[in-house]
């Protein structure tokens, strides 16, 4: 048997060891002492179950977090991934980002695509990394172009096609490259589309159409997952009626950090691992490291994560790399292990590896893609009665 250690356990759970030795005193994990006595192990199966179960009930009072919101925007049923009916996989590389977002808004995709708008606007430089930029280019954008104190369901469309080209022509880019076509798979080139513009400023060593393609096939991934911890804060902020840049805040703040928009960084770790060292042993030290194999594992997928699929049979068209190796390598690793299959989280890290992008190219995709997503959900979410979310309290203090 297989065993994890209290940090290690506690860190593949997402909680404090305290909250770890809770569960245990409840009877929902058991605690193994080592060998010496002088700690505690846990089994590395009834973590991982616990985990794809999600956190367990106190009681038998309903103090849970599973909160049921209905949504006819994204259905994500365990094996496809469906906008409005539609399947994200099927449309990805077939129909570019911006057609996909204005679907999620408008619940029509449009015939035919067309170039959004974007109005610059300038960070300062003093505010580095992607997540600060991409914040206050939000703030700014959504500021100068007037729609920051309003969410208005019939101008959400335009509103947002600005709002995300704001976004991306704002970052810093590289002047040396230029915005290159869009190619989907039917052969058609897109001029000016939001991958084409993102990929500037995600500063790629290596150029294809194949790898551009790639970063409008993530886009459109990654637009909506159903209600991800970052859209609960987005319906929680329109639900108080927050406008444009509170609901987009809002989701730029839960989108943060290793457990979620930045979880592909993560993973890029693991892939240069996988290259220098072996699959096999990316896997062991990742696990030896923080008791989980990033970019693997979802709580809605028990098998692999459909995105994930999708994301790698595109990068393949790129050609023999040592990345789509170690990707396969660490499919087996994990398998051996009977440890959770990738997720998107892998496929996005490849992509960056890849392409030769920063480290925080995946989070700059994932938060553009996304905020497709969160507008959607914002909007849908004005129709129901305001401050609906009000959870209650269990006070346990002295």
């Not at 003093?126 to 997540?131: H, L, Q």
């Not at 929680?236 to 840049?245: D, E, P």
């Not at 992008?357 to 009665?385: C, K, N, Q, S, Y």
Request: aromatic fraction near 4%.
């Amino acid at each position: 048997m297989e065993y994890l250690s209290t940090p290690q356990a506690a860190r593949r759970l997402g909680v404090k060891p305290a909250t770890l030795y809770a569960y245990v005193s409840r009877g929902v994990l058991t605690r193994h002492r080592t060998p010496d006595g002088r700690r505690s192990r846990f089994a590395r199966a009834d973590v991982e179950a616990l985990a794809r179960r999600g956190r367990p009930r106190r009681s038998s009072r309903s103090t849970s977090f599973d909160i049921e919101i209905e949504t006819a925007i994204t259905d994500a049923d365990g094996h496809h991934v469906r906008y409005r009916g539609h399947d994200a996989t099927a449309a990805a590389g077939r129909v570019c980002f911006e057609r996909v977002a204005e679907l999620l808004w408008t619940g029509l995709l449009p015939d035919r695509f067309r170039p959004w708008p974007g109005e610059r606007v300038e960070v300062p430089d003093a505010i580095t990394g992607v997540r600060a930029r991409l914040r206050m280019a939000a703030t700014l954008a959504a500021s100068s172009a007037g729609i920051g104190d309003r969410l208005d369901p019939d101008l959400v469309v335009d509103e947002g096609r600005t709002l995300i080209a704001t976004l991306v022509d704002s970052l810093p880019a590289n002047p040396v490259r230029r915005v290159p076509a869009l190619v989907l798979d039917d052969g058609r080139r897109l001029h000016r589309t939001i991958a084409g513009r993102l990929w500037p400023a995600l500063r790629p060593a290596r150029r294809s159409p194949e790898l551009v393609g790639a970063v409008d096939v993530a886009l459109v991934l990654l637009a909506d997952h159903e209600m991800a911890a970052s859209t609960l804060a987005v319906r929680v902020a329109a639900s108080v009626r927050s406008g444009v840049s509170g609901v987009i805040a809002a989701g730029m703040g839960a989108l943060a950090g290793p457990f979620h928009g930045g979880a592909s960084a993560e993973a890029r770790r693991l892939l240069r691992e996988a290259v220098t060292t072996s699959p096999a042993r990316a896997v062991e030290a990742a696990l030896d490291r923080d008791g989980l194999v990033p970019g693997h594992g979802h709580v809605l997928y028990r098998e692999v994560d459909p995105r994930f699929v999708e994301l790698m049979r595109h990068l393949a068209r790129s050609g023999d790399d040592p990345v789509l190796d170690a990707v396969g390598g660490l499919g087996d690793a994990v398998r051996r292990r009977g440890l959770p299959p990738a997720n998107v989280d892998l496929a996005l890290a490849a992509l960056g590896e890849m392409a030769g992008m920063p480290d925080d190219a995946g989070e700059a995709i994932f938060t553009v893609a996304r905020t497709a997503g969160w507008l959607a959900h914002a909007v849908e979410e004005l129709a129901e009665r305001p401050v609906r979310f009000r959870p209650r309290a269990t006070y346990v203090g002295p």
